[in-house]
C-alpha cells in the first residue's frame, strides 16, 4: 500500500489549496481515507476522513466550513479542498488509511499506512 500526497505549497491568509492523495497498486475506494497535518513543534492532527465508498465523511472542527475531503474513483483519488486558509493551517499534510477495504473512518490510531506529506504554508 503506497500512497502520495501532493498539492501543498505556499499561499496568502484566505487563499485555496486543493491537496490530493493518490495511491499505488490498489483502489482508493475500497478504503477510509484520512487526512492529518503537523506543524512544527506539534502533535500530528486528524483533519478529516472519508469513508471507503464515500458515504460519509468527517471533519475536525477547527476546519469545518473551510475544508471539505472528496473522492474522484476515476482518478483513483482522494482530494482536500482547503479555503479561507489561515497561519495556523500550515503544517505538513498526509493522507493516510487503515487498509482493511470497507471501512469507515477508524480512530487515528488505527490508520497504519502512510504517505509522504506535502507542505502547506500559509503566510502573506
Known amino acids: 500500500v503506497q500512497l502520495q500526497a501532493s498539492g501543498g505549497g505556499l499561499v496568502q491568509p484566505g487563499g485555496s489549496l486543493r491537496l490530493s492523495c493518490a495511491a499505488s497498486?490498489?483502489?482508493?475506494?475500497?478504503?477510509?481515507i484520512g487526512w492529518f497535518r503537523q506543524a512544527p513543534g506539534k502533535e500530528r492532527e486528524g483533519v478529516s476522513c472519508?469513508?471507503?465508498?464515500?458515504?460519509?465523511?468527517y471533519v475536525v472542527d477547527s476546519v469545518k466550513g473551510r475544508f471539505t475531503t472528496s473522492r474522484d474513483n476515476v482518478k483513483n483519488a482522494v482530494y482536500l479542498q482547503m479555503h479561507s486558509l489561515k497561519h495556523e493551517d500550515t503544517a505538513v499534510y498526509y493522507c493516510?488509511?487503515?487498509?482493511?477495504?470497507?471501512?469507515?473512518?477508524?480512530?487515528?490510531?488505527?490508520?497504519?499506512?502512510w504517505g509522504q506529506g506535502t507542505q502547506v504554508t500559509v503566510s502573506s
Open positions: 497498486g490498489f483502489t482508493l475506494d475500497y478504503y477510509a
Open positions: 493516510a488509511t487503515d487498509g482493511t477495504a470497507g471501512s469507515s473512518c477508524p480512530p487515528a490510531h488505527e490508520y497504519f499506512y
Open positions: 472519508i469513508s471507503s465508498g464515500g458515504d460519509s465523511t
